[in-house]
């Protein structure tokens, strides 16, 4: 939960990624916050009680979420799907505006990378430019865990994929701090006291 809030407000796709992480991490453990909270949330070592309680709170909200849309197994929240969709409808809007060339650039420069990996996946399964980039981005992260071998080429490609993923995350983060400021609300959502 403290990674998750920081990251949401730094890096969007960091945030997205992390939350995969996180529901990879619910299910290792069964879904069972006694061995969440033995496994992950002890490992925070904080001290005061009413933090671990809204820690804990966050875990069992995001393993109660995962039970009532039958992730248990693989998949998605559909908090995370939406958000991903948001970040790609915005991705579709940078390329619709000339002064973005610089990030048009970044994705296609990208873009045979991502196509090579589209091609690769089971015939059936679509995914948009942003869900594919994470992806890969996700397997490549674990990849690094694993301790395998890398081609060159691979890390190469994901260079190219995580250059446009951090521009758009930029941009994106940056248009909504714009959006929040016009609507009036913080950054944690609530509306801005007007007199």
Do not use: C
């Amino acid at each position: 939960m403290i990674i998750a809030q920081a990251k949401r407000q730094e890096n969007i796709v960091e945030y997205i990624l992390y939350m995969w992480q996180v529901e990879n991490l619910i299910r290792a453990n069964g879904l069972d916050m006694s061995k969440i909270n033995a496994t992950v949330i002890s490992q925070y070592g904080i001290t005061d009680e009413a933090k671990q309680k809204e820690v804990y709170d966050w875990w069992d909200n995001l393993t109660e979420m995962m039970k009532l849309e039958h992730k248990e197994k693989s998949g998605h929240l559909q908090i995370i799907k939406s958000l991903a969709d948001d970040v790609y409808n915005y991705h579709l809007y940078l390329l619709t505006q000339n002064s973005e060339l610089a990030y048009q650039n970044a994705f296609q420069n990208a873009w045979a990378d991502l196509s090579a990996v589209q091609k690769k996946m089971p015939e059936g399964e679509k995914m948009h430019h942003i869900e594919l980039a994470l992806a890969t981005i996700y397997d490549f992260f674990l990849l690094k865990l694993q301790k395998k071998t890398i081609l060159a080429d691979t890390t190469n490609a994901m260079m190219r994929i995580s250059h446009f993923m951090a521009l758009l995350s930029q941009k994106y983060l940056k248009a909504e701090k714009e959006l929040d400021k016009e609507l009036g609300t913080n950054e944690d959502g609530t509306l801005v006291g007007k007199d």
